[in-house]
């Protein structure tokens, strides 16, 4: 059997249409991310505030998303505060995740306090980013593309910290993922592909490459060419990894873990995240490679009640 999915038309709700399921709503409530303020002090513990609002008032239920944040240790998990909703999975310091938050009025803010760990870092940077629903099934909320993340700056004191300068020019990395649908039962090999506007230099580039959904994936089957793994995925959180990439072509490559569940069609991305702080980068994202998608489904026979088009 011949199967030809586009990727950008399969995130389209109304491409896969069970013959005898319920149809979703037409209308979605749209969530936007925003952070204030723009600039936390650690020696005076600034809070930072994370803004989610939605484009209408949340249903009954409310409306469950997740945060992802690489750098959430960077804030004291214990000053946490909310409003207008409640905390579903808490920030830990066991894992580099962010969090779930059940929105239950129109606007939430969930608010950390920047943590003072005592080590003149200079100049860093932290960002939040809204994840897309899950799951492809009965959505509950769509992503403003426009306010998705928001960036906090932070320095060690109030005292201005100059920028030095950085090179003229940065290998420019970008992220793919091949191939577009992974099948449960077949064990199917997902290709997570890293690549270089030039050749890297002698020590590498260090990127890190979030995926929340990591656990959809058989994490001993990892292997990697072109570089070397610096913070592997673990099965205790839901982060991602870190990669030196020692080569202009680099490939992570993990097996998809047949779960023995029926869970119909999922989703899983791939997100390439930005340099960590603004001191002597060694390299930019590619604003317009930086992220993909797998479209995962338990076997082929998912596709005999559905219609493609």
Do not use: C, H
């Not at 600034?46 to 469950?64: C, D, K, M, Q, R």
């Not at 577009?180 to 064990?187: M, N, P, Q, T, Y």
Request: proline share 8%; charged share 20%.
């Amino acid at each position: 059997m011949t199967l030809n999915i586009v990727l950008k038309e399969a995130f389209k709700a109304n491409n896969f249409k069970p013959n005898n399921s319920k149809n979703s709503p037409i209308f979605l409530p749209e969530v936007s991310l925003s952070t204030t303020p723009k600039l936390l002090i650690e020696s005076e513990g600034t809070v930072g505030n994370v803004n989610l609002s939605l484009s209408e008032a949340p249903p009954v239920g409310g409306v469950t998303v997740t945060v992802t944040a690489p750098e959430i240790l960077e804030f004291d998990l214990e000053s946490l505060a909310v409003t207008g909703g409640e905390i579903v999975v808490p920030p830990v310091a066991s894992d580099l995740f962010g969090f779930t938050i059940n929105i239950t009025e129109q606007d939430a803010t969930v608010s950390l306090a920047v943590a003072d760990d005592g080590e003149v870092e200079g100049l860093e940077e932290v960002t939040f980013t809204l994840e897309e629903p899950l799951g492809l099934f009965e959505p509950t909320f769509e992503v403003n593309p426009e306010a998705n993340r928001g960036t906090f700056l932070i320095r060690d004191t109030p005292k201005v910290i100059p920028i030095q300068d950085s090179p003229d020019s940065l290998p420019e990395v970008s992220l793919s993922t091949s191939p577009k649908l992974l099948i449960e039962s077949e064990g199917t090999v997902a290709n997570v592909n890293l690549s270089l506007s030039e050749a890297p230099p002698v020590e590498g580039v260090t990127v890190t490459v979030t995926a929340p959904e990591i656990l959809e994936f058989d994490l001993e089957s990892l292997a990697v060419t072109g570089g070397e793994i610096v913070v592997p995925p673990v099965a205790s959180d839901l982060f991602g990894f870190t990669i030196n990439i020692t080569e202009q072509d680099a490939t992570v490559s993990l097996a998809v873990a047949d779960d023995g569940q029926v869970e119909g069609l999922e989703a899983v991305i791939f997100t390439l995240e930005e340099p960590l702080g603004f001191f002597e980068p060694t390299f930019e994202v590619n604003p317009e490679a930086n992220r993909g998608i797998f479209v995962i489904v338990d076997s082929l026979e998912i596709f005999d009640d559905y219609t493609l088009f």
